[in-house]
Nanobody, 121 residues
Framework: QVQLVESGGGLVQAEGSLRLSCAASGSIFSIGDMGWYRQAPGKQRESVAVITRGGSTYYADSVKGRFTISRDSAKNTVYLQMNSLKPEDTAVYYC???????????????WGQGIQVTVSS
């Protein structure tokens, strides 16, 4: 089994910063792309940032220049550094990872449970 556990969310004032972490654990053979997604109330879930196994990064236009995605392969962990936060960043943030898992070396997407980020004005 594979689990993704997110941490680092909470309440922050506008212009503040927050760092989200997502650690994968379990019967992991390898991890491919990892990403962060968010869903605000009444809205569709959207991609925020993606980082490939090789370290290439992709960002939604709304967060470019403010958010930074990174990963620590040794720890099977992906991070999202969020700076200059705005009220419109308020959402539940989810991490996702493409994982090849033992014992059958099957490739699947795994999702974290979601973590609340609230930005107050």
């Amino acid at each position: 089994q594979v689990q993704l556990v997110e941490s680092g969310g909470g309440l922050v004032q506008a212009e503040g910063s927050l760092r989200l972490s997502c650690a994968a654990s379990g019967s992991i053979f390898s991890i491919g792309d990892m990403g962060w997604y968010r869903q605000a109330p009444g809205k569709q879930r959207e991609s925020v940032a993606v980082i490939t196994r090789g370290g290439s990064t992709y960002y939604a236009d709304s967060v470019k220049g403010r958010f930074t995605i990174s990963r620590d392969s040794a720890k099977n962990t992906v991070y999202l550094q969020m700076n200059s936060l705005k009220p419109e960043d308020t959402a539940v943030y989810y991490c996702k990872a493409r994982v090849v898992a033992r014992p059958y070396y099957t490739s699947d997407d795994y999702w974290g449970q979601g973590i609340q980020v609230t930005v107050s004005s």
